[in-house]
Every structure is written in C-alpha cells, then in structure tokens.
C-alpha cells in the first residue's frame, strides 16, 4: 500500500517563503496529524519555534469534545503555548478582525470528508472571505477526499437553501480535496482570497482513504471510521427526520433505523429498486443518546461491498421513500432548528432542494429525480475538473 504524503507533511519538509518567519494562525483539530499521529500544532511548533501566534478551531472543538449539532465551544488558551485557541464555533462562526490582528497568515489543516453537508468546508470559506478583507494570507495544507475524488453524487444545492452546511451550489457529494474546494471557491464564487495550496505527494483521484496508507482519526465525532464517512453523503439525510441515523451508537450513520421500522418491507422494497453495491443486514440497536435514547430501534447496518458501484445517496433517499410507503404514520420530518436556521426544514437544508422531498412524497422514482439533477451536476464537474491538482 502506498503511502500518501499530505500537506503538513509537506510544509514541515520545506515551508514555502510565504510562512517563513510570518505570525502564524492554525485552524486544525485531532485529525490534523501525520502518519506517526504527530499533531499539526506541535509539529510546527518544533519545526519553527515561535512561529504560531493563534490557534482555531471549527466545530466540535479543538479537542472534537462537542458531539452534537449546535453544540458550541469557548475561545481558551493553550495550556502549553500559551497563546489563544479562537473558537468558530462559538460566540461566532465568522473569524474576527480581531482574532486576525495577531496573525499574518492562517494555515488551515482539516480532514475534509468529501460531503457539502459538513461544516468545515463552510469555515473555512469564512476565513477565506475574511482573510481577504484583512489582506492575510492563507495556507490550506491538503488532504484526502477520504470518499475519493472521481465521484460526484446528488444534485446541487439550491441559492434558496445556502446555510452553514452548504454555502454553495455544489453536489452532495462533490469530489474534491479541502484544498482544490478552497481554490474551486476562491475562483467560483469570487473570494478573491490570497490563497496557496500546498499539495499532497502520491494520491490519486481513485483512492479510497483506507488506501492511502494514512491514519485515520475521526475529523467529528461520529464519524469514527473510514467506513461512516464512506455511507455519510446518503445517511446524513436521516438528520432531517425521526429516523435514528446511529448517533449514540459506536456505529454512527453505518446504523439507522426507528422502533417502528419493519425491516423485511423495507428490504423487499429496496430491492425492487435495485440498491447496488451494498448489503443492508438488518439490526437492533438501542441508542444511548440523542434520537429514540434508550429505546431498541430496528433498522440496518449497511456494508459497502463495491464502493464504485455503491451510490450513498440515491441509497439513502431510495431506503427513505420505503420507509414512508410503509411507515407514513410514524414517520416525521424533523423540525427546525438545525445549524442556526430556524425557519427552513432541516431535511430541505441537507438536500439543497425543496423538490427532493416533495418529490420523494409524491412516490416519484429515485431514479427520475436523479435523472432530473443530471444536467446540473454535470456541469459542476466541468468546471470543478479545472481545479483538480491530481490526475
């Protein structure tokens, strides 16, 4: 197995002349480490002694301690560096211009999971847009699209539904690394951000994260494996919904289901629709927190048997319209708020689309709605394929 050398890697090696001897911010968190689990904070430390100025951190916390949605974090001190840890994902989402005063460039190290439904990506367009209002530089230490880069899955996201999980007009799941989406919308949508990617050695757009040869720490919470960010840009519809999507399980969105689910139906169903690529093994599980807390849920434990033939989206849409054939009595969409909007429905805002749903409702196939966002999404991967770094 070949292993990937990723940006951090990169910048310790040889750091560019842009952030030699500059007053350096760091937007990380856990997953921010090389392949020995080294952290990009003490890495740099070492390697240039006095350089961080700022550490940042998005959701969750710079320790990923908050496990759920609108669940936010203080600003604190470093305890060794004694320097502050800015919180955006607290009293603001948005980098201050105050938080930027100690800084001349922000170097930014995520583990990006190749979902629009994240909110790292929407951070860091944040920085981005402030960065270039305050004339700093910024250093996006690339990583693997641990669901790869030669898959582009769902439709693009409607300009009535932007939020803090999705900003732009991009598919569910768009393909590209944190570091080509950061020049993808630097470019696209105007930032105008003075912007330097430093690039990984040795990915390829077909890879897999379990093949890259890199650790994997968990980048949130609940996405602990390779293999829950692998099903995330299908299962993370269930957020939407009274259905479980396995959070307070060990196997977050591998998991799903609602104590009122009859699993042979659903199987019955999704088989006529022809579900690729995976195994659906029907479960009982008994969340511990959030969703039906304490209470055995049926539903399934999804297996990727093929990954270029599993399809995370149409899966989970398709396993949601069975659900509402059979279910419709007990089945809820869930309510807002979610992630600060208050008035739109949190599954329209993960979809992107309030037609999805409706659409969805009225029994129309998957595959016709699919049919439908083609065009859009086609078109997303022509221009996106400009911004690629790998071939």
Known sequence: MATVTTGLQQLINSAPASVRGKRLGLLCNPASIDTDYRHARDLIHTAFPGWLAALFSP????????????????????????????????????????M?????????????????????????????????????????????????????????LSPDFYSFVGRYPIPMRHGLTIGEYASFINTEFNIGCSLEIIPMKGWRRDMYFTETGLPWVPPSPNLPTPASANVYPGQVIWEGTNISEGRGTTLPFEMFGAPFLDTDKILLFSKKEGIAGCILRPVVFEPTAHKWQGRPCRGFHIHITEPDQYDSYTTSLTLLQAILHHHRDHFQWKPPPYEYEEEK??????????????????????AAIQKDWSEQTADYISRARSYHLYD
């Open 100 to 156: 930027l005063e100690c800084i001349d460039v922000l170097v930014v190290d995520l583990q990006d999971v190749g979902t629009r439904v994240y909110t790292f990506p929407a951070t860091l367009s944040y920085c981005m847009e402030q960065a270039a209002g305050a004339g700093k530089h910024v250093v996006v230490l690339d990583r693997p699209n641990p669901v790869s880069g030669n898959r582009v899955e769902g439709n693009c």
């Open 59 to 98: 959701q969750h916390g710079f320790y990923a301690e908050k496990q759920d949605n609108m669940i936010e974090s203080d600003d604190i001190i470093d305890p060794g560096l004694k320097i502050p840890i800015f919180s955006l994902y607290g009293k603001t989402r948005v980098p201050t211009m105050k």
């Open 345 to 366: 429905l949190p599954f329209d805002l993960i979809t992107g689309d309030i037609g999805i749903r409706k659409r969805i409702e009225a029994f129309e196939s998957v």
